[in-house]
Nanobody
Framework: VQLQASGGGLVQAGGSLRLSCAFS????????MGWFRQAPGKEREFVAT????????SYADSVKGRFTISRNNAKNTGYLQMDSLKPEDTAVYYC?????????????????WGQGTLVTVSS
């Protein structure tokens, strides 16, 4: 299993970005997926998670209503749409997969991680 995150960049506050997480391997649809982020000097934190089918999602309170997690199992790709970005959203964003069909907000539940993509939001 390999994950490749992309789509990060520099954006002004209030702007939008869409992150992608490309999966290489078999049976992408049998994994739950999550997005996490790590800001400079801070611990990695949960952002959003989605079940194998995309039927259920969950978000951190800090991004609820602004970010949307989704996936396209036919394309082996997951997404994180980020709208109304704030400077405090600046971080390296990581996608992750966990065996099983459910999502999780706990980083230790995930066995596969992408390399991270940097999102910088200027004020």
């Amino acid at each position: 299993v390999q994950l490749q995150a992309s789509g990060g960049g520099l954006v002004q506050a209030g702007g939008s970005l869409r992150l992608s997480c490309a999966f290489s391997g078999s049976s992408f649809s049998s994994y739950g997926m999550g997005w996490f982020r790590q800001a400079p000097g801070k611990e990695r934190e949960f952002v959003a998670t989605i079940t194998w089918s995309g039927g259920s999602t969950s978000y951190a309170d800090s991004v609820k209503g602004r970010f949307t997690i989704s996936r396209n199992n036919a394309k082996n790709t997951g997404y994180l749409q980020m709208d109304s970005l704030k400077p405090e959203d600046t971080a390296v964003y990581y996608c992750a997969l966990r065996r099983g069909y459910s999502g999780s907000s706990h980083a230790q539940d995930y066995g596969y991680w992408g390399q991270g993509t940097l999102v910088t939001v200027s004020s």
